[in-house]
Each structure stands twice: as structure tokens, then as C-alpha cells.
């Protein structure tokens, strides 16, 4: 693991010039994480006044660049305030139910059946396209009259400012502006520009694996299982799509990747059904493959003076168990909750005991998600005889004791720590 702390940055613009705008909230970012704050804070503070804006680099009729081929596993806690957001109706390719969940390794005894009925759902959560879901969440944005929206319009750093409001400097089509507010929210991602210009380090690891996504045709059908094949090399996973393709995540060591890629079709399906097996049956065809080198990369801080880090800019983790955009979104969730209260009680939303609340309540989601993520990338991808053991015996108990079982489930399924209300289905 190693630690990076960005150069410091200097509040490096003469002060005088004012800024062309002022907000409450100015969110940095308008990916999956900032996108869905933006909707989020419209619904439930829109009719207290409080004035949002969006930032994205990304040009108004573009969808950003993260919105690609990749599948994304919705947790139940995510799609319950999703629906409630108004975005999972906007959805306009059906999604992948979750019935069941089966997690086995190549090489090991253990393997385990999650069954949703079981635990008294219809599914565990909702596969969707990152694409189908990025229109859908553009398409609730268009739909919010009081949201400002910049684009294209990419952060820059900060310029001088005073205690009650910071002011970001911001490139745009008509030059560099500046654009001030009480709360300003980094939702831009790994490479976090943001994070940078507040001076807040992070820790990389590399976990030396390339994963490759895909969408693949089967013989037969999704029947509700979302399938995960453990390797040395990480994980392979086969999950439900709602349009009766498979959506297929191949994870291969670092030094394998390049050859991987130069695979043609044909042959990369006889890869796929080797790491997999015929669980699903025979794979008939495959869509255009994207690849992702797998890091962690997890902030230090997550507050500053006036701003706060959510969603990938605070931690990027490993996607084997499906959690990155799940816990960005309950990191989105709670800080409207936070803003909330603070203008119940007549405080500055931006202020320093709003944004230590904010952190004290994300501690221990933020904790347990990052061990389970790690943790599982790391022991799944252990060859030793002893990580062997050890995995088998994992699995052989989870797939024994009903109680694990329920902790472990209602964990994936976004229920850790302190639940935002609209993730338990409670109105805004
Ligand atoms: C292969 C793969 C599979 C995954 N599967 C799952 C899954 O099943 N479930 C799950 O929960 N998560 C999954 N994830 C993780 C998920 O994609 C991320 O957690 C999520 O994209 C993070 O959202 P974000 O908004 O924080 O960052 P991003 O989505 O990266 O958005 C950042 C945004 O900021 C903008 N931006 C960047 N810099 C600037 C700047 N200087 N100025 C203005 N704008 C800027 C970008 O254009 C972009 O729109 C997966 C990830 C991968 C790679």
C-alpha cells in the first residue's frame, strides 16, 4: 500500500476578483454519486430554498464517461430510494432481479447459496445498465427546475475565501470563473481534483488485476442467479440482466490483461466458459468488452473546512462486491439528512458540527464496507493452501448458519450502520 499526499495547494488566485455566483451547495461532479445527491437535496430541501448547484465536466447532451457498459449491481437499500427518488421509473430497459446469489471457487470445497425468498425478499437487489442508468438519472435532472447545472465546467482548485463560504475556480467554454458556496461537495471521483486542492492524502493498492465487463448471450436465459467464480487471478461474475443477456465481469491478473483484450471474440468466450463453467450454460456470443485495472484508493479525511468527500472521491474499492456506487449513494443520502437537521435547528449546513456529524454517522458503513470489499478481493485471490482452507470453511459456514447468513445479506443489501431513511423506504 502506498500513501500519496497531494502537493499543496495554495489559495492561488488574487482575491479580489468576486465570484460570478454563490450558492448553498456546490457538488463537484455529476457521476452516479453526484448526480444522485443533486436529485436527492432537490426532493427534500427544495421547498426550504436552498439553492444547489452541479458541476460536470462533461458537456450538457454527453453523458460523463462513467455512465458505460459496465453492470451494476443495485442493492435493495439503493433501490428503495431510487424508486423513491424518481429515477428507477425513468429506467427504460427492464432490470435484473437478484433471486438468489451463488459464490463458489475454483480449486476450493466450500461454496454458498444465498436464496432471497429465504430471507423474505423477492430479490436482493436490481441489475441495471450504467448507461440505461445514467440516462435515467439525466432525465431526472432535466426534470428539476431549481437545480443549476454547469457543464462543461471542470473544477479547478480553490481561490481565497472567507470562514462562511469557499470559492472554487472553474474552467468553462467562456473561460476560468469563479463560483462560491457555504458547502461544497467532492463528487468527482477517483482522480479527485477536489480532494487535491484540500490538501487530503489517500492510500493507493494496486491489486494487480484487470477486469474486463461485457455483456454475453447464453443458451439459456437469466433465471434470477447472480453467479460469482472465484480465482487466483479475481473474481468471475455472471449476473441477471433484465434484457435476457448476461452482464459478465472476468477479472485476470495485471500481466495477462493485454493479452486478454487482443482476444477476438470467439476466443475470449472460450476463456469465459473456462474460468466459469456451464452453470449458465454454453456462452453463444459477446458485446464490446471494456477494462478497468483494479486499485483502492480511500481518502484520509473525508471533511474539510466547508467540504466534504462522497462517493469515489472519498473511497474507490474493489467492485467484487458491488458496493462502490451502493455506499456513495448512502454517503449521499445521509449528508441531505445532515443538511437537513442542521436547518431545522437554524446551523450553517456547511458548517464544522454538520459536516463531524455527517462523519460520525458514515463511520461505521464506511468501515465494515471497505473490510467486506477488501477483505473479499484480497482472501479470493490468495492461492495458499491455508487461504484455501480457510475460504472453504468461510463459505461452508455461511452456507450453515442462518444467522451469518442474515448479517452477511443484510449487510450487501446496504443495510449497515446508520441507514439513510429514503434506503429503508421511508418517505423524504
Ligand atoms: C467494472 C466495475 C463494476 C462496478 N460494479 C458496481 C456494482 O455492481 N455496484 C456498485 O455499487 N458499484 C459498482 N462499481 C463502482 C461504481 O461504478 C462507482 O462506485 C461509482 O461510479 C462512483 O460514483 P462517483 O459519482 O463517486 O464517481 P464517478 O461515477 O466516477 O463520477 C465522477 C464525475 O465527476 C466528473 N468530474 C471529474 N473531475 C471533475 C472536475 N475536475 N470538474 C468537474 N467534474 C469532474 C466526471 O466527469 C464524472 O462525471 C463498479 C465499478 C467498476 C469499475
Known amino acids: 500500500m ?3 499526499a497531494p502537493p499543496p495547494t495554495p489559495a492561488d488566485a488574487p482575491p479580489e476578483a468576486p465570484p460570478a455566483a454563490s450558492h448553498d451547495v456546490l457538488i463537484v461532479g455529476g457521476g452516479l454519486v453526484g448526480a444522485s445527491l443533486a436529485i436527492a437535496l432537490d426532493l427534500a430541501l427544495g421547498r ?14 454527453a453523458l460523463p464517461a462513467v455512465f458505460d457498459q459496465r453492470n451494476l449491481s443495485l442493492a435493495e437499500a439503493s433501490v428503495n430510494a431510487l424508486r423513491t427518488l424518481g429515477v428507477m ?3 427504460r430497459t427492464p432490470t435484473g432481479a437478484i433471486r438468489r446469489i451463488h459464490i463458489s471457487r475454483s480449486g476450493d470445497f466450500g461454496r454458498v447459496r444465498l436464496e432471497a425468498a429465504e430471507h423474505g425478499r423477492d430479490s436482493f437487489g436490481q441489475v441495471v445498465v450504467a448507461r440505461d442508468f445514467g440516462e435515467a438519472l439525466e432525465a431526472t435532472l432535466a426534470s428539476l427546475p431549481r437545480l443549476r447545472r454547469y457543464r462543461p465546467a ?15 475556480r472553474v474552467a468553462t467554454d ?3 470563473s469563479r463560483i462560491a458556496a457555504r458547502l461544497v461537495v467532492a463528487a468527482d471521483g477517483t482522480a479527485s481534483a477536489v480532494r487535491d486542492a484540500l490538501g487530503i492524502a489517500t492510500q493507493h493498492h494496486d491489486y ?8 454475453v448471450r447464453g443458451e439459456r436465459a437469466p433465471d434470477g442467479t447472480a453467479w460469482e467464480r472465484l480465482t487466483d487471478h479475481g473474481p468471475t461474475a455472471v449476473l441477471p440482466r433484465g434484457d435476457g443477456h448476461y452482464g459478465v465481469i472476468h477479472g485476470v491478473a495485471r500481466d495477462e490483461a493485454d493479452a486478454v483484450a487482443a482476444l477476438d471474440d470467439a476466443a475470449f468466450l472460450v476463456r469465459l466458459q473456462q474460468a466459469f463453467g456451464w452453470r449458465a450454460g454454453r456462452f453463444l456470443d459477446v458485446g464490446p468488452r471494456n477494462a478497468y485495472p483494479m486499485q483502492r484508493v480511500l481518502a484520509e479525511r473525508t471533511i474539510a473546512p466547508r467540504a466534504v468527500l462522497v462517493g469515489n472521491a472519498a473511497q474507490t474499492l ?5 458496493q462502490g456506487f451502493n455506499l456513495g ?7 441531505v439528512e445532515c443538511i437537513e437537521d442542521a436547518q431545522a435547528r437554524g446551523g450553517d449546513i456547511g458548517g464544522a458540527d454538520t459536516l463531524a456529524a455527517w462523519a460520525a454517522r458514515r463511520r461505521e458503513d464506511r468501515e465494515r464496507t471497505l473490510a467486506f470489499s477488501d477483505g473479499l478481493a484480497r482472501t479470493t485471490a490468495n492461492p495458499s493452501a491455508l487461504a484455501a482452507t480457510m475460504r472453504g470453511l468461510g463459505l461452508f459456514a455461511l452456507d450453515h448458519d442462518a444467522a451469518l447468513r442474515a448479517r452477511v445479506v443484510g449487510g450487501a443489501m446496504g443495510y449497515r450502520g446508520d441507514v439513510p431513511r429514503l434506503c429503508r423506504g421511508e418517505a423524504a
Do not use: K, M, Y
Open 48 to 61: 426550504s430554498g436552498l439553492d444547489v448547484a452541479l458541476l460536470e465536466a462533461a458537456p450538457a447532451g
Open 318 to 322: 474493489h467492485p467484487i462486491g458491488a
Open 89 to 91: 421509473p425513468r429506467l
Open 154 to 168: 471542470r473544477f479547478l482548485g480553490f481561490a481565497a475565501h472567507g470562514n462562511d463560504r469557499r470559492v472554487a
Open 329 to 335: 449513494l448512502r454517503d449521499a443520502l445521509t449528508l
Open 2 to 4: 502506498s500513501s500519496h
Open 174 to 176: 467562456a473561460g476560468e
Open 208 to 215: 494487480d488485476q484487470t477486469l474486463f465487463v461485457a455483456r
